[in-house]
């Protein structure tokens, strides 16, 4: 079946340092979709691609959908202490309504 | 707005207790799926529906049951509760298309 793979677990980062997380899947995606859950919290939806090869910024957040469709990647500019938290990646594959996660990355940053 | 609601937001079990968790959505959102969510693991997906009357499996659904009566409400039931399912559970919605998921807040479930 759809598998989602991400990676790392976790990082720790200086206040300042960049970040990325990286999504890959063992199927081809109708999309993928980023979430951020704060400690303690729900998940939060932050953006889809749709795209093969698409690339969105939001201010310091860069998230691209790789030509092939099966991988992805959220790189962060500058963290701050704001961006604590775990984000998730989720695919949705081409003939399925199933919303599959990734095992997250566990964001860290030290001020 | 109400959005996605979770009810109860703690509870805890004793073994082969069976409890029904409550999810309901004020959004008109076709589609709706329960999730677990355990360290280093994740959101695994349960089960999940397409519409009232329609349920599907997702990726870990043994011990579980679904149903969707209404377009509302999606209530996940554990018959035999066992330790293996102490986890956090979320409810998310959305609708039919490739959009964004909704989350409730979630339940935090421990059996003892």
């Known amino acids: 079946g759809q598998q989602v793979m991400q990676i790392p677990q976790y990082q720790h980062v200086q206040e300042g340092e960049d970040f990325t997380t990286y999504c890959n899947s063992s199927?081809?995606?109708?999309?993928i979709q980023w979430y951020k859950q704060r400690p303690g919290g729900h998940p939060v939806f932050l953006i889809q691609?749709?795209?093969?090869?698409e690339v969105k910024k939001q201010k310091r957040l860069t998230f691209q959908f790789g030509e092939a469709k099966k991988n992805s990647s959220l790189h962060i500019t500058a963290t701050q202490t704001t961006d604590v938290g775990t984000y998730f990646c989720?695919?949705?594959?081409?003939?399925?309504?199933?919303?599959?996660f990734g095992q997250g990355t566990t964001l860290q940053v030290k001020p | 707005n109400a959005g996605v609601t979770q009810t109860p937001k703690f509870q805890v079990l004793k073994t082969g207790q069976s409890m029904t968790l409550q999810c309901a959505q004020d959004?008109?959102?076709?589609?709706m799926s329960w999730y677990r969510q355990d360290p280093g693991m994740g959101l695994r997906l349960i089960h999940y529906?397409?519409?009232?009357?329609?349920?599907d499996q997702g990726e870990v659904p043994n011990g579980y049951n679904v149903s969707r009566s209404t377009t509302e409400d999606f209530p996940l039931r554990l018959l035999s509760a066992a330790p293996s399912q102490t986890s956090v559970y979320f409810c998310?919605?959305?609708?039919?298309?490739?959009?964004?998921?909704?989350f409730g807040q979630g339940t935090r479930l421990t059996v003892v």
């Open positions: 989720a695919g949705k594959g081409s003939n399925t309504g199933k919303l599959i």
């Open positions: 998310a919605s959305s609708t039919q298309g490739a959009t964004e998921a909704f």
């Open positions: 199927t081809t995606l109708s999309n």
């Open positions: 691609l749709v795209k093969s090869g």
């Open positions: 529906s397409v519409g009232a009357g329609i349920t």
């Open positions: 959004m008109n959102h076709e589609y």
